[in-house]
């Protein structure tokens, strides 16, 4: 794969972020910083890559550019359920300030928002799930797509998922 | 515009994920602090490890400021604010704090955001009575928290960088009353990187660098990996057992 279809599928990817966000009416605000970080971090990594490419195999280049972006939205958009559902189930912390994380004002004035903090059901393994998903589709279309190397690239992302570490 | 066959499983995972925050007020708000998030994440972990440790004789409590619930800090704060909790614990050599995303000024007078923090308990009454911030000296240890992605390897530099910016006295935390000789912070291991997730395969990995100037650093440190959040702790522990007791 080289870098102009690798640029194609991470572009790809935000497209869809985009589009699925109006679907589901989630406010622009929300998802948009997300989209520019994986905008930013494509095109930092295709000028990198480009001084590197001559002496880098294309297709390890492709495979980290997709990694770098699935990446991102693992850190965006799926830890923050896993940490907030930590913090919240550990009893030494019952009371504390749901507002800290709402920013202030939008609960002021009762105390509901404690509580509902402590009921709220984070779905996290629900996320974890649409991750692996989200991680298998986008293999799926590399290999659909019938790139060069697709194997090698797709084989690469899902080690990295894998959670073995260094 | 006709969805090509491809992108289908692709895009519905998309909606998953994109439908689930949206079901959640507290996880569409958590996307603009999730850096602040992760810190008050491994903060918990810290405090979990203080919480069995046998050489913790006065286990952590948390500080609410004036009395109201605990608040973790969503943004950059100062030690002595009134806007954020933080955990007090004592040991047998002295009474200990941990904060959380406080500004400290460097050795060069530069200003840094320090994701976790813990100094003594005089030297934390001493900021908040006197508006200051801790002295570089007077931070016993030190943890950044990166929930960034894929950890490129400039972090490792940049932490580096801090840990010189941050030096450590050669005297213990509580009885400094001038301006001590500094030391390298890794001649006694104390400072971490923690992240969430390693850096790509093949490329030079900020973690050996930290490790290799014997700081401690972690990746894969979240909930869904308990093997690697118990590492981190011990480590956490080994370090601070040696330097408060």
């Not at chain 2, 840094?112 to 570089?136: F, K």
């Amino acid at each position: 794969m080289n870098i102009r279809d690798t640029q194609f599928i991470v572009r790809t990817i935000e497209r869809q972020f985009r589009i699925v966000a109006r679907e589901v009416q989630l406010p622009v605000q929300t998802i948009q910083p997300v989209i520019d970080e994986l905008a930013r971090a494509r095109l930092s990594f295709t000028g990198l890559n480009q001084e590197i490419a001559a002496e880098t195999d294309e297709n390890t280049i492709a495979a980290e550019m997709i990694i770098n972006a699935l990446a991102i939205i693992r850190s965006a958009l799926i830890l923050p359920s896993a940490f907030m559902e930590h913090i919240a189930a550990r009893a030494d912390f019952q009371r504390y300030d749901h507002s800290a994380f709402f920013g202030p004002g939008e609960y002021e004035g009762n105390d509901v928002p404690i509580a509902m903090f402590q009921r709220e059901e984070f779905n996290t393994q629900q996320l974890d799930s649409f991750f692996s998903d989200l991680v298998l589709g986008i293999n799926q279309y590399i290999r659909e797509s019938g790139f060069p190397g697709a194997a090698l690239v797709t084989g690469r992302i899902a080690q990295y998922f894998s959670g073995e570490g260094e | 515009m006709a969805l090509p066959a491809r992108e289908a499983a692709m895009r519905n995972a998309i909606r998953g994920i994109l439908g689930t925050i949206g079901a959640s007020p507290t996880l569409s708000s958590a996307l603009t602090n999730k850096g602040y998030i992760y810190s008050a994440y491994v903060a918990t972990l810290i405090v979990d490890g203080l919480n069995q440790a046998p050489w913790v004789l006065r286990k952590p409590v948390v500080e609410n400021p004036r009395g109201g619930p605990f608040r973790f800090p969503m943004g950059r704060s100062e030690i002595y604010s009134t806007t954020a909790s933080w955990f007090s614990f004592g040991t047998a050599t002295g009474d200990w704090e941990i904060h959380l995303c406080c500004n400290c000024s460097g050795a060069s007078g530069m200003q840094h955001e320090l994701d976790i923090l813990l100094t003594a308990t005089q030297i934390a009454e001493d900021c908040r009575q006197n508006q200051r911030q801790p002295a570089t000296h007077e931070i016993v240890f030190l943890v950044e928290c990166k929930n960034v992605g894929a950890i490129d390897y400039s972090l490792g530099r940049e932490f580096i960088g801090l840990c010189y910016e941050l030096p450590i006295s050669s005297e213990p935390a509580q009885v400094i009353l001038r301006r001590p000789l500094w030391r390298w912070r890794g001649d006694r291991k104390l400072g971490a990187l923690v992240a969430t997730l390693p850096p790509l395969s093949g490329r030079p990995s900020a973690f050996r660098l930290v490790s290799a100037r014997n700081l401690i650093a972690h990746s894969w440190v979240e909930p869904s990996n308990p093997a690697f959040v118990s590492s981190f702790q011990r480590d956490v522990m080994d370090v601070l057992r040696r330097a408060l007791t």
